[in-house]
């Protein structure tokens, strides 16, 4: 299997924490490439918790000469945090983003500056024009806090409309 203009696919990746777990995702990294994914993603914690794990195993996919793409979550975030985010991934030479809502942590009630990921694409566009390609997420099936397909393909369509390039499937 290998990606091709009629199936795309890519790999998501949770930062790494230890030496050890970067060890694993370049071991894992170095077998899934053989596959011929056209990315790899690296999650974001809620808030930007896991920011800087997040940029540091994007940088060693992308210094394996690997497309990566950094998750950016707007739960928890204000928009200074997600403007410095994302200065610090041009400053990186990160061109590729996958904007997504996030899940809210359990016992949080703090939902950031942004309720939905089209208010941060919004914000990106806004924010830095057409400099990073921006995935968002889109399902298969509707999302389970959606009501009704209609309601979330509606949400779909607010992602593309507010300057989203492209979208992958999340279940």
Same mark, same amino acid.
């Given at each position: 299997?290998?990606?091709?203009?009629?199936?795309?696919?890519?790999?998501?990746?949770?930062?790494?924490?230890?030496?050890?777990?970067?060890?694993?995702?370049?071991?894992?990294?170095?077998?899934?490439?053989?596959?011929?994914?056209?990315?790899?993603?690296?999650?974001? =914690?809620?808030?930007?918790?896991?920011?800087?794990? &997040? /940029? +540091? $195993?994007?940088? %060693?996919?992308?210094?394996?000469?690997?497309? #990566?793409?950094?998750?950016?979550?707007?739960? =928890?975030?204000?928009?200074?945090?997600?403007?410095? &985010? /994302? +200065? $610090?991934?041009? %400053?990186?030479?990160?061109?590729?983003?996958? #904007?997504?809502?996030?899940?809210?942590?359990? =016992?949080?009630?703090?939902?950031?500056?942004?309720?939905?990921?089209?208010?941060?694409? %919004?914000?990106?566009?806004?924010?830095?024009?057409?400099?990073?390609?921006?995935?968002?997420?889109?399902?298969?099936?509707?999302?389970?806090?959606?009501?009704?397909?209609?309601?979330?393909?509606?949400?779909?369509?607010?992602?593309?409309?507010?300057?989203?390039?492209?979208?992958?499937?999340?279940?």
């Amino acid at each position: 299997m290998t990606g091709s203009a009629d199936r795309i696919f890519s790999f998501e990746f949770f930062p790494p924490a230890t030496p050890e777990g970067v060890a694993k995702l370049r071991a894992t990294r170095e077998q899934l490439e053989r596959l011929g994914p056209k990315f790899f993603s690296v999650t974001f =914690g809620a808030g930007g918790s896991t920011r800087d794990r &997040t /940029l +540091a $195993a994007v940088l %060693e996919i992308q210094g394996a000469g690997q497309r #990566a793409a950094p998750h950016i979550s707007c739960i =928890g975030s204000t928009r200074e945090s997600i403007r410095a &985010t /994302l +200065a $610090a991934y041009r %400053e990186h030479g990160i061109g590729h983003l996958v #904007a997504l809502r996030g899940d809210l942590p359990s =016992g949080t009630a703090d939902v950031g500056e942004f309720r939905y990921a089209n208010e941060l694409v %919004e914000f990106i566009r806004a924010a830095t024009g057409d400099w990073f390609h921006v995935e968002v997420a889109a399902y298969p099936e509707y999302h389970p806090q959606s009501a009704s397909p209609r309601e979330d393909l509606a949400s779909f369509k607010r992602k593309i409309d507010a300057g989203a390039d492209s979208a992958i499937t999340q279940y």
